[in-house]
């Protein structure tokens, strides 16, 4: 009897045990009821860069409609970005996302340990020492920049065949914010997919010093079309330079735009070429879905991961074409359009920054780059970091 009893207990034990385990198992990953979810942006969305960010919000809504409840807060500047941060720490968010570069988001995180707070990269974070719940990310803006230069070198080929412009009148013209490597990286890979068309282009860059102004934009534009540019692009925030080119389409010398973030078709419909964007959705989805279920976020996003940052291209479709216009694009752009997206999804992007060119910092001139052997953007962190003008290549005007 005795030994009977041994053998019961032992036995419900090892029931008891199993059940345990099971039971841990099946709810490893056991997804919450629901989120909190707030968004911040440096702008509202009436600007492409918020706008094309704020199409991240949209998909999670749609994707966990009742799951999350999702708070938003617009036109924060990055050096106003604590208080409107911790009002949503204290409203209860789960996870915070901000598509400004703003220091404090790192600094305050440690602040709120149970939040997650992932900002648009805004810096080179490789070997940086980050809080556990702070993750940057962004999408690798350069292979939707090399592609759409070769949508404006397609374009640019056709004007030479048919003989609207000679030779020397190949200008593109470049619309930028700041000379910061993440700008610098984004129109030389545009230049680079021109020249791989049509080898002897040129780029004027024009700084604007400001990342969102519709009037210095719009100026700025017009400064370089009138300068002899036939096909202009930004890294900028506002239409203007899209309305610049769209106002001078009538003029003896035709005009051409290549638009970022948002497609321009709408307000440029005889001039825009194509449109290159960074996808925030597949990050924000993938970071969501890791809080709801309890699991590191770089453990569930899909993409290069570099520690606590997190970068990927078109091959995760976190960079993609938006609307080429087949009114305006030369004749058989979309079959070599897809066919340079197969490249990239296929490799690595070397090809890129590669070629017979060298290139000098702005900042340093002592710091010089020869592309010979090639330099492979976003290797180690989701922040772009060319940061060379290339030699008789590229003219930065005032």
Not at 127 to 153: C, L, M
Not at 256 to 285: H, K
């Amino acid at each position: 009897m005795k030994r009977e009893y041994i053998i019961t207990t032992l036995t419900c034990i090892v029931i008891l045990a199993a059940f345990i385990v099971t039971f841990k198992v099946l709810n490893i990953g056991n997804e919450k009821e629901n989120l909190t979810v707030g968004f911040i942006y440096d702008n509202d969305e009436s600007t492409p860069y918020t706008y094309n960010f704020a199409l991240a919000k949209d998909a999670l809504e749609k994707k966990y409609a009742e799951k999350v409840t999702i708070l938003t807060a617009s036109n924060v500047l990055d050096d106003e970005i604590e208080e409107p941060l911790r009002d949503m720490a204290e409203e209860g968010c789960d996870i915070i996302f901000f598509n400004g570069y703003s220091e404090l988001v790192m600094q305050l995180s440690p602040e709120y340990p149970d939040i997650q707070f992932c900002q648009a990269s805004y810096m080179d974070m490789e070997g940086k020492s980050v809080p556990d719940n702070y993750h940057t990310f962004k999408g690798e803006a350069y292979q939707g920049r090399y592609v759409s230069g070769i949508v404006a070198g397609q374009k640019i080929r056709q004007l030479k065949a048919d003989g609207i412009i000679s030779g020397d009148q190949a200008i593109v013209g470049f619309v930028a914010a700041f000379p910061t490597s993440e700008v610098i990286s984004g129109y030389t890979a545009f230049i680079l997919g021109v020249r791989s068309v049509v080898p002897d282009t040129v780029m004027r860059v024009c700084y604007t010093h400001t990342w969102s102004s519709y009037a210095q934009e719009k100026r700025a534009a017009q400064q370089l079309i009138e300068d002899g540019c036939v096909i202009i692009s930004q890294h900028t925030d506002t239409i203007g330079p899209a309305i610049a080119c769209e106002e001078a389409s009538g003029e003896e010398m035709p005009v051409y735009f290549v638009g970022y973030n948002q497609s321009m078709s709408d307000v440029a419909p005889g001039t825009s070429l194509v449109t290159s964007r960074i996808c925030w959705e597949p990050y924000v989805l993938d970071a969501v879905d890791a809080v709801l279920h309890d699991k590191k976020i770089e453990s569930v996003v899909t993409g290069r991961i570099h520690g606590s940052d997190v970068s990927a291209g078109f091959e995760d479709g976190w960079v993609e074409m938006v609307d080429l216009n087949l009114q305006v694009a030369a004749p058989g752009t979309q079959e070599i359009m897809n066919a340079a997206i197969g490249k990239f999804i296929r490799g690595n992007g070397d090809f890129v920054f590669k070629g017979n060119y060298t290139g000098v910092d702005p900042e340093n001139p002592s710091d010089t780059i020869n592309l010979s052997s090639g330099y492979r953007e976003n290797q180690n962190t989701s922040y772009p970091l060319f940061h060379y003008i290339l030699d008789d290549v590229v003219t930065i005007v005032e």
